[in-house]
């Protein structure tokens, strides 16, 4: 999914100091340095996360085999989640914390989920090195980070796969490769949306991808314009092959979690085809990937 909306944040691990209970914070964390401190327990994990001067709280716990209640705390937003891998059935909520009232994710939300998700990323591991506490936080996180202002925050996710999410672990291979630049590409086509311009079928709608982390520049993605490749995102040209930032990966940019699948190809090649990340022509580009976030399993 879309790329990051800051720049790198810095990370420090904390193994001491306060704990948080569940939707509490203590003295010791509050005022407390930027960066992320985490502290892990037995199927369970708390932190507290700064940037630009404002903080978040989390939390993930499994209250029952394969069930984990998620909540993340800040600018007097409380995000919960109850992800329920067995069915593969999540409920997802946001209000505002003073009020207990529906609220919407703002551009300030996001940036600051943006954050909190590279933080996590740099931190965590990867695949079945993670325990699943933290594997749903940050996969929720990061579906928080891209959610739009224009799609309510309570809901419900389902995800099964091949009729919820269809893996593209395949495509995201080049040379026989997940990573690394390519000699010859392996195109999947085609990344499709719909929007004022018009339906799936129409080819200004459509880009041929190249999926997997394969190359960047200056965080963006690259496109193919007379033979040569160019740093940028064209807007709605006919089917340009494009590639790079890890284009059909679940997740915001190259972090979190290895998962490539349709509707997350779709979802970038809607942000990314001159719309932005909170663009309601996308609305059902983020819904449809958003089981998938939560749920497909790693390509490797």
Same mark, same amino acid.
């Given at each position: ?12 691990? *904390? ?13 010791? &964390?509050?005022?407390?340095?930027? @960066? ?9 994990? /708390? ?11 989390? *939390? ?7 069930? %984990?209640?998620?909540e ?17 059935? /999540? +409920? ?24 909190l ?11 079945t ?18 959610h739009?202002?224009?799609? &309510?925050? &309570? ?15 395949? $495509? =995201? ?13 392996n195109? $999947? *086509?085609?990344?499709k !949306?719909?929007?004022? !311009? ?7 709608? &459509?880009?041929? =991808? ?16 007379n033979? /040569? ?23 915001? @940019? ?5 998962? $490539? ?17 909170? +663009? ?5 580009? %983020? ?6 976030e939560?749920? =497909?399993?790693?390509?490797?």
């Amino acid at each position: 999914m879309r790329n990051f909306l800051g720049a790198a944040v810095a990370v420090m691990l *904390s193994g001491c100091g306060g704990q948080m209970g569940e939707g509490g914070t203590s003295e010791q &964390q509050v005022g407390a340095a930027e @960066g992320l401190s985490l502290t892990r327990g037995q199927e369970s994990a /708390s932190g507290r996360f700064a940037h630009g001067g404002v903080e978040a709280f989390f *939390s993930s716990k499994q209250v029952e085999p394969g069930v %984990f209640r998620l909540e993340v705390r800040h600018n007097g937003m409380t995000l919960t989640g109850l992800v329920d891998t067995a069915n593969g059935v /999540s +409920s997802l909520d946001g209000f505002a914390e003073d009020s207990g009232q529906d609220t919407q994710m703002l551009d300030g939300d996001r940036e600051l989920l943006t954050a909190l998700y590279a933080a996590l990323n740099a931190e965590l591991p990867a695949g079945t090195a993670l325990s699943p506490e933290l594997k749903y936080l940050r996969r929720a996180v990061g579906l928080w980070a891209e959610h739009p202002g224009s799609v &309510q925050l &309570q809901r419900t996710v389902m995800g099964e796969q091949g009729r919820g999410y269809t893996m593209l672990c395949s $495509y =995201a291979k080049c040379g026989g490769y997940y990573t690394g630049s390519c000699s010859t590409y392996n195109w $999947y *086509s085609y990344a499709k !949306h719909d929007c004022q !311009h018009g339906g799936f079928d129409l080819t200004g709608n &459509q880009q041929i =991808a190249q999926l997997g982390d394969h190359g960047t520049c200056s965080g963006d993605e690259l496109y193919l314009s007379n033979g /040569s490749w160019v740093c940028g995102e064209p807007d709605h040209w006919s089917r340009p092959k494009v590639r790079g930032n890890c284009f059909g990966r679940c997740g915001g @940019g190259c972090g979190g979690d290895t998962q $490539y699948t349709v509707d997350a190809t779709n979802h970038d090649g809607c942000v990314r085809n001159g719309h932005a990340l909170a +663009s309601a022509y996308c609305d059902d580009q %983020f819904t449809s990937a958003s089981d998938d976030e939560l749920y =497909a399993p790693d390509c490797y």
